[in-house]
T-cell receptor, first 111, second 114 residues
């Protein structure tokens, strides 16, 4: 059975304090790994898609990386506006169109 | 470009009452998804449409949930009768075509069943 586990569940950072979020997955034939950001009361907002081990993508202060077993979302010098829940999802080869989400990591960045 | 539109944004009902959610996907997106998100959890897929056809409804509780996508554009998700455990956020997402495309989510409808 496909599984996605995110850690930590919650993370509190000082502004400027870099950190990483982890997404571990077990899936039969990874088609893609997706990172979304979700603000309270809103739907998930797409950030990145990673397709193969070794791939990296960056957007402003965020950088996503992928290995065969896990993905990391690095937040460099975060600002309070980076506070959100970050969701990781995988799409498996035999689950056409279905995203399997983790429970998310809630990030709070204080000034 | 307008995003995925959902209504209502909030709904409070008594148990055993019916409820319906509406979704208008991004223009030109052929694939439409309904997800349910419980508090503190990630979204879980309920049903996926390719144009008018429901191609994956394996996770939809068919005894009380139904969905339709007439003319391959807007979609409606219905619950009848609602149970206490149905309280959640119901999210609609769309993608251009094909299962590997990025899914774009709407703001969701927060359902509270009393």
């Amino acid at each position: 059975e496909d599984q996605v586990t995110q850690s930590p569940e919650a993370l509190r950072l000082q502004e400027g304090e870099s950190s990483s979020l982890n997404c571990s997955y077990t899936v039969s034939g990874l088609r893609g790994l997706f990172w979304y950001r979700q603000d309270p009361g809103k739907g998930p907002e797409f950030l990145f898609t990673l397709y193969s081990a070794g791939e990296e993508k960056e957007k402003e202060r965020l950088k996503a990386t992928l290995t065969k077993k896990e993905s990391f979302l690095h937040i460099t010098a975060p600002k309070p506006e980076d506070s959100a829940t970050y969701l990781c999802a995988v799409q498996a080869g035999d689950s056409w169109g279905k995203l399997q989400f983790g429970a998310g990591t809630q990030v709070v960045v204080t000034p | 470009e307008a995003g995925v539109v959902q209504s209502p944004r909030y709904k409070i009902i008594e148990k055993k009452q019916p409820v319906a959610f509406w979704c208008n996907p991004i223009s030109g997106h052929n694939t439409l998804y309904w997800y349910r998100q419980n508090l503190g959890q990630g979204p879980e897929l309920l049903i996926r449409y390719e144009n008018e056809e429901a191609v994956d409804d394996s996770q939809l509780p068919k005894d009380r949930f139904s969905a339709e996508r007439l003319k391959g554009v807007d979609s409606t998700l219905k619950i009848q009768p609602a149970e206490l455990g149905d309280s959640a956020v119901y999210l609609c997402a769309s993608s251009p075509s094909g299962a590997t495309d990025t899914q774009y989510f709407g703001p969701g409808t927060r359902l509270t069943v009393l």
